[in-house]
């Protein structure tokens, strides 16, 4: 069986996810008798895990990472090893907030007006280079611009699109048409710019060769979501600028931002009957590919934002394969609420998951088709750069009680949203960071596309728990001990499978990045179905374990 057909037919769907994360919560609180903010601590904390019982599928799609476009060292070669070792093999592009809904792709340039202010874009980030990129992981998630014209004197231009979806996944023999844009441009046909994709640079360049890249073999490329926040875009009275949609007017100073509020042009019904259009015509290109839209993160997003998630639904869910949307945890200290409040935001992260997933299908129930839920991705899922940490591995425990939920509550992709930086890899690729950690932790347990989740159980709040059953028959379990000062005695109790006596056992926590070491690997020569192991504090484990001839 191939893995895409694994995916499709193992795959698990959002709504059948819900009740169980919240059974996992109330199961915690019962046998605890406790609330999930006690102070107590067990002596032993009980962990349960049944190989058996399926949860849901790790696909090519699953973990990835954004390719900001203001570093050229996101596209270069040396970084796949890196990012292979973790599984984030998704790259998100154009991966820079604000800059999506301005690129020009066959250009590799940004629109301008008057009152735009331009991000930086550097030479070698242009979508030849992160297509040659891609074709080597073998997965994306590409942002196309909703918001501009070539030319900076209207909105988007879904020919355009449709042309992109030609250069990354057509075949070069194809004479289909794809016609004259609103403005004027003529895209050609669909063979045109896979021919382009296929060939070698010429001589002499005539601006496109950044686009030849001998490629012969379309990418394949199939998550494609149309702008970046468009509900962000003035007509709720937002800054138009960290949203740029110029299918209103155009502002020509900051001090016409303030015409774009209730401009009809911006208004949630004008943005769905554009993404339809824009579906459409990507679709006639290539109609395997997924159409995503990012909306507002409910429940509280919608209070900012009312009636966009609905309008758009109501209008547009049957053009809608997924929903992008946004998670980052705020919990903060006083008294300048500048710094992270860590306990919290690990506590928060089921019933904040939970409350998600469960406002997002209460809306799909009322305004989508029956039998149409498009998937969820979170583009990205982080935590606040900004915000002052008491512990740096505060981003690995988080992730990793965060990342493996969302994988198994259905999510398309979750995407963290940097790779060169203080969380994740160094320019020089020097150090590694917390949050590269991270993801190398999940990659173990989940390793290849086909691993399965299965349902896992702790006793306690303060270690979480996650377990696959890998393709390759290998036993795999994570235990997060979220406390910062106290070792987790946790009893495991596996059902299910026959584990091995041998097993390999991995660690990343707080002593580890405080003395700049990686992961700790070590040997178990006794493992056994009910096995006894101390987790130190604020770290993660691993274990891997043949299951038993």
């Known amino acids: ?20 994360i919240c059974e ?34 790790l696909t090519s799609y699953s973990m990835g990472a954004a390719a900001v476009m203001s570093n050229s060292t996101n ?56 297509a040659v990129l891609a074709s080597q992981l073998g997965g994306g998630v590409v942002i196309v611009n909703y918001g501009s014209n070539r030319s900076g004197t209207g909105g988007g231009d879904p020919k355009q699109a449709a042309a992109w979806v030609a250069y990354a996944n057509a075949n070069s023999a194809s004479t289909q048409v794809i016609g004259k844009g609103a403005d004027g441009t003529d895209w050609h046909t669909v063979g045109y710019w896979a021919a382009m994709r296929s060939a070698a640079p010429l001589a002499q360049d005539d601006g496109y060769n950044f686009l030849r890249i001998g490629q012969q073999k379309p990418l394949n490329l199939k998550l494609w979501q149309i702008g970046d926040q468009l509900y962000n875009n003035g007509f709720y009275g937002a800054t138009h600028a960290s949203e740029p949609d110029l299918h209103g007017s155009i502002p020509t100073s900051a001090r016409d931002l303030g015409r774009l509020n209730k401009n009809p042009a911006l208004a949630p019904a004008a943005i769905a009957q554009n993404v339809a259009l824009y579906a459409d015509a990507m679709k006639a290109v290539d109609p395997t590919i997924k159409i995503g839209v990012a909306l507002p993160t ?3 997003g919608n209070g900012t934002f009312p009636d966009f ?12 394969d997924y929903v992008g949307l946004t998670w980052t945890p705020t919990a903060l200290l006083p008294p300048d609420y500048k710094a992270l409040d860590e306990a919290q935001s690990l506590s928060n992260i089921k019933n904040q998951v939970g409350t998600v997933l469960r406002s997002y299908l209460d809306e799909v129930g009322q305004d989508c088709p029956k039998n149409h839920i498009p998937q969820i991705a979170f583009e990205p899922a982080t935590v606040p750069t900004w915000a002052r940490r008491e512990h740096a591995v505060f981003d690995t425990l988080w992730l990793d009680a965060s990342y493996p939920l969302l994988i198994e509550a259905g999510i398309v992709n979750v995407a963290w949203p940097e790779l060169y930086g203080d969380t994740f890899l160094s320019t020089d690729k020097s150090k590694l960071g917390p949050a590269y950690y991270g993801l190398q932790l999940v990659h173990i347990i989940a390793h290849t596309p086909g691993d399965m989740f299965v ?39 596996l059902q ?6 041998k097993a390999k056992r991995f660690d990343y926590g707080w002593k580890q990045q405080t003395s700049g070491a990686g992961l700790t690997i070590s040997d178990i020569t006794d493992f056994s179905n009910d ?10 484990t691993d274990l891997l374990v043949p299951q038993a001839k």
Request: proline share 7%; with cysteine.
């Open 298 to 300: 409910p429940p509280e």
């Open 309 to 320: 998630t609905r309008t758009m639904l109501r209008k547009a869910c049957s053009a809608i």
């Open 455 to 493: 349902v896992a159980g702790s006793s306690d709040a303060a270690v979480d728990v996650h377990a696959t059953r890998r393709r390759d028959g290998v036993l795999g379990v994570m235990l997060v001990n979220e406390d910062p000062k106290r070792p987790a005695t946790v009893k495991l109790s």
């Open 75 to 130: 596209f270069a070669p040396g970084v796949i090893p890196y990012l292979r070792s973790t599984g984030a093999e998704t790259l998100v592009y154009p991966g820079t907030p604000q800059v999506a809904d301005l690129y020009q792709w066959e250009s590799h340039s940004l629109a301008s007006y008057k009152g735009a202010s331009a991000p930086y874009l550097a030479p070698e980030s242009d979508f030849g280079h992160f």
């Open 496 to 501: 299910g499978a026959r584990a091995d006596s």
């Open 531 to 540: 096995f006894t192991i101390t987790v130190p504090p604020y770290t993660v």
């Open 1 to 20: 069986m191939t893995t895409e057909r694994r995916e499709s037919t193992k795959h698990v769907t959002v709504a059948s996810r819900i009740a169980r």
């Open 24 to 57: 996992w919560s109330l199961w915690s609180v019962s046998v605890v008798g406790l609330s999930l903010c006690s102070t107590l601590v067990q002596a032993q904390i009980k962990v349960n895990v049944d190989f058996s019982k399926e949860s849901n599928i």
